[in-house]
């Protein structure tokens, strides 16, 4: 079967992301929830996810695991948006709309990924 372009997309946009996790880590670690023990860890966690994920979904015997892992990890973050969107200093000074905005995105991001599920 062949793959589309919304596809490689998706994995090219993860597979960028989690290299940014290495790159500026800084900028990830800055937005995880206090609560969360380690942010080094799980910033570095998130980011090689995102790198494999991303590879596994181009690959049509791992498309679905990595749809499915995809949105896993959709969840998994999600309490950084929210921590963005309450924590001044987690906001990067962006407007509050913009951060609320970011928040009903992930269901767009999920159902995205959810299409390679099926």
């Known amino acids: 079967m062949k793959q589309s372009w919304h596809l490689y997309l ?3 946009l993860y597979i960028v992301a ?3 996790h290495f790159r500026k880590p800084g900028m990830y670690i800055k937005i995880i929830p206090p609560i969360f023990k380690n942010p080094k860890l799980i910033n570095n966690l998130s980011g090689a996810a995102e790198i494999i994920f ?3 979904l ?3 015997f ?3 695991f990595a749809a499915w892992a995809i949105i896993a990890l959709l969840i998994a973050v999600f309490p950084a948006n929210l921590y963005m969107y309450q924590n001044k200093k987690a ?3 962006l407007p509050k709309w913009i ?3 970011r928040l009903p995105l992930q269901i767009i991001l999920v159902f995205w990924a959810y ?3 099926l």
Request: proline letters at 4%; zero cysteines.
């Open 58 to 60: 181009l690959l049509p």
């Open 10 to 12: 998706m994995a090219f």
């Open 62 to 64: 791992t498309k679905i």
């Open 91 to 93: 906001s990067f000074n």
């Open 54 to 56: 991303g590879i596994l």
């Open 115 to 117: 299409q390679y599920t």
């Open 18 to 20: 989690g290299i940014n």
């Open 99 to 101: 951060l609320f905005v």
